[in-house]
């Protein structure tokens, strides 16, 4: 599963988004999220053509609706798509066509909040919808339509805009029971974000609990290699591991900042900030 993140902190710039997205995308791959009642309803307007579920049964976005959910600690949350109650960890016994049929059928109708096993990017899209942004997911099987999507949420989103013609390379050495991943280039679809997934996973399963990302030589991050990371670190703390993010260039950093992700990444400004961290944190 492929998965593209855009963060945005301007109303037209996300309706703009949506409309280019769904020249290529899916409707039941996107998902908008926003705090904005006002921003919900004007963005769902560009849904007006769409009546009813996708072709194949699948169900996609509705015209008009938008749901309200209850969001712990952080209130009322306005989504489309039915992937949204999901995202936010808040499926629990309903969750896909269920969901949005009870949203067609009474949008204001509570959503269940069970205390259950959320989505492992859920606390990152709390965090940017506390900050007052709002997020346009896109998830799919297909990578030529999560390429699709990155070229629209990179161009529209807050995001990097120079690429660095250098692919994504990486080296891997340990100090102590702690495993660095050296990272160059680029985090990009089909590039980088494959790479950092399987380099992760083969580090967690053979029991490294401890993981520094040195991300000093990265250049640049799409919006499907800022979903990896998200993903990357979430993973890594489900199974019970901790990981810290390392020597952030200008670009980086204010890629984080603008997302406001920096705020829940574990950063440190350098190697042995992060060692220091980690042996204090095992302690």
């Known amino acids: 599963m492929e998965t593209a ?6 109303r037209d710039r996300a309706e703009e988004a949506i409309k280019e997205l769904r020249q290529s995308v899916p409707d039941g791959s996107i998902v908008f999220l926003t705090r904005s009642e006002n921003e919900a309803t004007k963005v769902s307007k560009e849904f007006g053509g769409l009546v009813g579920g996708v072709a194949g049964g699948a ?10 959910l209850l969001v712990p600690g952080l209130g009322p949350v306005f989504a ?6 999901a995202l936010l960890g808040l499926a629990g016994a309903k969750s896909g066509a269920a969901i949005v049929k009870s949203m067609a059928n009474d949008p204001q109708a509570p959503v269940p909040t069970p205390e259950e096993k959320c989505s492992e990017d859920t606390a990152f899209f709390r965090e940017v919808l506390k900050e007052g942004r709002s997020l346009i997911v896109v998830r799919t099987e297909s990578k030529e339509i999560a390429a ?14 120079d690429r660095t013609p250098v692919r994504m390379q990486t080296s891997t050495r340990h100090v102590g029971d702690i495993a660095i991943l050296d990272i160059s280039g680029r985090i990009t679809l089909g590039e980088g974000n494959v790479m950092l997934r399987e380099i ?18 990265v250049q640049y991050v799409d919006s499907s290699g800022l ?5 990357t670190h979430t993973s890594v703390r489900n199974r019970g591991g901790q990981l810290r993010l390392i020597n952030l260039n200008a670009r980086i950093n204010e890629l984080l900042q603008m997302t406001k992700l920096s ?16 042996g204090q944190a095992a302690a």
């Open 148 to 161: 699709s999507a990155c070229a629209v949420l990179d161009r529209l989103g807050l995001g990097m805009k």
């Open 80 to 85: 489309l798509g039915a992937g949204a109650a």
């Open 227 to 231: 979903g990896e990371l998200v993903k």
């Open 59 to 68: 169900t996609g976005l509705y015209a008009g609706i938008v749901a309200s």
């Open 200 to 217: 992760v996973s083969e580090l967690t399963e053979k029991g490294h609990k401890k993981i520094v990302l040195n991300l000093g030589e």
């Open 263 to 278: 705020a829940v990444f574990d950063i440190a400004s350098d190697e042995g900030s992060a060692i220091k961290s980690l």
């Open 5 to 10: 993140i855009g963060v945005f902190a301007s």
